[in-house]
C-alpha cells in the first residue's frame, strides 16, 4: 500500500483480486510455469552476461524517480554491457494492468507490484513473477533483509500463506513508515519537549488543547487510517500483528492491538483533540491545514507532506516506543515489491540490479534525495535535511527492534475498505471499538476462507 497523499487506496477490491487472475488468462493450473518456478542454477557474474536490455516499469516521480533514475546511471556505469530502459507509469494503471503487461512478450523484465493479496499475490500465483529464493542465496538476502521486511515479499508456494515461504519480490534500500509529525514552532512555543512516550503525547496533546491549539491535525473523510494504525503499533508486538495479516487465525484482531487503538483513537475523539469537524476534511486539505499551522501533531504517512527545502526542520517526526516500554513497533514498508517477469530472457542481470537497488550505495542516494534509508546503517543524511533526520531516526528504532509491520489493508483485498467504514462509523457514534474489531475479524477470515 502506497500512502495516500499520492495514490488511490481502493484499488485493493475483491471484483480487482478475482479479475486480474481471469484477465491474464494465468490460473492455478494453466500453460504458465510453474507457480514456483525459478531458476535452476543462477550467476552473479553480469560482466560476462553480454549485450543485455532490461525493460523497467515503476511508478515512481519526484524524488523517487530522481533516486531510481541515478541508479539506473550508476548500474549501467558499473556494467557497461547492460542496458536498463524505464518505463514511468501511473501508480493506479500499473498496478491493475501489471499482470496483463508480465504476460506480454515484450512486456517488463522489471517492475514494481505493490505488496499484499491485491498485487503481488496475484502476480506470484498467476505464474508472472519468478521465485526469488535461489538468488536471495546467491546474494545473502536472507541475511541483509530484516525478516519483517522479508515476510511482506513472501508467499508459500500453494499460495494459501502470506507472509512465509518463498521471496517473490525484493525492497529497495528505503522505506515509508507511518508515524507522527509536530510543528516545532508551536511545541516550543508551548513549552513542551518532543514526547518521547505514548503518555507524554496525551499530556502535551492536553496541553496543547488547553491553549487554544488544535492538537492532532486530522481529517477522516476519506483517509482516516493513519492514526489507528499508528496506535496499534504502540500496543500489540510486531509477531501478532504480522501473524495476523498474514492470515494465523489463531490471532484475533483483538490481539493484534486493534481493540486499544480503536478506544484510544474513539477518546481522543471524545477529547475533542482531532481537527473541528475532521468528518468532513479530505485528505489534501489536511495535510495543507496542517502545513498551514492548523495542527500541533499529525498522524501521517512518511514522505506525504510534500515538504520543501524551506520547510525541512519546521515538521519534525517521532516514532513512539511501544506503551509498555518493550522496543519499537511501526508500520513500514518498501516503497514497492521489486518482482522479474518470468518470461525475463536475462533473469541473472535482472537479479543483480535488484541487489544493486539494495546495496549501500542505493541507501546513501535515497537520504541524498531526502528519502528514507532502509538496509544500512552507515548512511549520511545531508544537513539540510532536518526532518528526514528525524525520520531515519525513527526508522533505525524500529529496524533495531526488528520491529516493522505491514499495512494492515494487506490482510484481504476488502480489509481498506472495512477499515475506513468502520472508523467513520466510530467518529459518528454509530459503532464501537468492539463491532470495528468483529469486522475486521470477519473480513479476513472471509477471505481465507474463500482462499483455501
Known amino acids: 500500500m502506497r500512502n495516500p497523499g499520492t495514490v488511490s487506496r481502493t484499488i485493493a477490491t475483491a471484483f480487482v483480486f478475482t479479475a486480474l487472475l481471469a484477465a491474464a488468462g494465468c490460473a492455478p493450473g494453466g500453460s504458465g510455469p510453474a507457480p514456483s518456478s525459478a531458476p535452476a542454477a543462477v550467476s552473479t ?31 549501467q556505469t558499473k556494467y557497461p554491457n547492460v542496458t536498463i530502459e524505464r518505463t514511468q507509469e501511473d501508480w493506479g494503471q500499473l498496478t491493475s494492468t501489471l499482470n496483463l503487461q508480465l504476460a506480454e512478450e515484450d512486456g517488463p523484465d522489471l517492475a514494481t507490484a505493490n505488496n499484499g493479496w491485491q498485487s503481488l499475490g496475484t502476480l506470484a500465483k498467476g505464474n508472472l513473477v519468478l521465485n526469488l529464493d535461489e538468488y536471495s542465496k546467491a546474494y545473502g538476502w536472507d541475511k541483509l533483509i530484516p525478516s519483517t521486511i522479508a515476510r511482506q515479499n513472501q508467499f508459500t508456494t500453494d499460495f494459501k500463506t502470506i507472509g512465509s515461504g518463498s521471496l517473490f519480490s525484493t525492497p529497495v534500500a528505503r522505506v515509508s513508515l507511518i508515524g507522527i509529525y509536530y510543528n516545532v514552532e508551536k511545541l516550543t512555543k508551548l513549552g513542551i519537549a518532543p514526547p518521547t512516550t505514548l503518555a507524554e503525547f496525551e499530556a502535551a496533546a492536553e496541553k496543547a ?67 473541528p469537524h475532521h468528518e468532513g476534511i479530505n485528505y489534501q486539505d489536511a495535510v495543507a491545514n496542517f502545513l498551514d499551522g492548523k495542527g500541533v501533531f499529525r498522524f501521517e504517512y512518511t514522505g506525504s507532506l510534500g515538504l520543501t527545502t524551506e520547510q525541512q526542520g519546521k515538521f519534525q517526526y517521532i516514532q513512539l516506543p511501544q506503551a509498555s516500554g518493550s522496543g519499537t513497533v511501526g508500520v513500514g514498508a518498501a516503497p514497492a515489491a521489486m518482482v522479474i517477469a518470468t518470461k525475463c530472457k536475462h533473469p541473472d542481470v535482472a537479479a543483480a540490479f535488484l541487489d544493486f537497488l539494495m546495496s549501500a550505495d542505493a541507501a546513501q542516494a ?81 477471505f481465507l476462507q474463500e482462499s483455501k
Open 366 to 446: 535515497s537520504a541524498d534525495n531526502g528519502l528514507i534509508p532502509l538496509l544500512h546503517e552507515d548512511v549520511t543524511i545531508p544537513d539540510n535535511q532536518a526532518t528526514l533526520k528525524t525520520e531515519a531516526a525513527g526508522a533505525a528504532a524500529i529496524g533495531a527492534s526488528d520491529g516493522f509491520v505491514p499495512y494492515f489493508d494487506w490482510t484481504s483485498p476488502t480489509m481498506l475498505d472495512t477499515l475506513n467504514q468502520q472508523m467513520q462509523m466510530l467518529y459518528a457514534g454509530k459503532s464501537t471499538p468492539a463491532d470495528l474489531v468483529a469486522a475486521v475479524d470477519k473480513d479476513r477470515n472471509a
Open 209 to 275: 488543547k488547553a491553549a487554544g491549539e488544535i492538537p492532532i491535525g486530522y481529517g477522516s473523510q476519506d483517509s482516516p487510517t493513519a492514526v489507528l494504525l499508528g496506535l496499534q503499533a504502540l500496543y500489540a508486538d510486531a509477531n501478532t500483528i504480522n501473524n495476523f495479516t498474514y492470515g494465523d487465525t489463531s490471532v484475533t484482531a483483538d490481539q493484534a492491538g486493534l481493540t486499544k487503538a480503536a478506544e484510544t483513537a474513539k477518546k481522543w475523539n471524545d477529547n475533542g483533540w482531532f481537527s
Open 45 to 75: 557474474d553480469v560482466a560476462s552476461a553480454g549485450e543485455v536490455t532490461l525493460k523497467l516499469s515503476d511508478f515512481w516521480g519526484g524524488s523517487e524517480q530522481e533516486w531510481i533514475k541515478g541508479m539506473i546511471t550508476k548500474f
